[in-house]
């Protein structure tokens, strides 16, 4: 929804922008990076390991980004869930990985 249709996720968020320019940027700073998220996690799962790695990093670059956000920013509740599942998405990732190399 945040590539292609964002309204109702920036009012659920609080978000807004002045014109088209804001939305696009939604669009792509955020939407962007979600869907390239979601296809390394498909690439990874039925392509195999060479996506271990890119999938790795753009997890990653999300979980750290939002915690020196939430450290600079300050405390709220969504951005500590987004933490906590962004940590929770890399732990499982890791675990899966050592899962598939056991299998192999």
């Known amino acids: ?7 109702a996720n ?7 922008t002045d014109g088209i320019l804001g939305v696009n940027m939604i669009k792509t700073d955020i939407g962007a990076g979600l869907l390239t998220a979601s296809l390394f996690s498909l690439l990874y799962l039925f392509k195999g390991k060479q996506w271990f790695l890119p999938l790795v990093i753009i997890v990653s670059a999300y979980l750290i980004i939002r915690a020196i ?3 600079m920013d300050g405390y709220n509740e969504m951005a500590v869930f987004g933490v906590i599942l962004e940590g929770a998405v890399l732990i499982a990732i890791f675990r899966l990985n050592k899962l598939l190399n056991s299998i192999s």
């Open 1 to 7: 929804m945040w590539s292609f249709a964002p309204d």
């Open 10 to 16: 920036m009012t659920q968020y609080g978000i807004s």
């Open 69 to 71: 956000s939430l450290l």
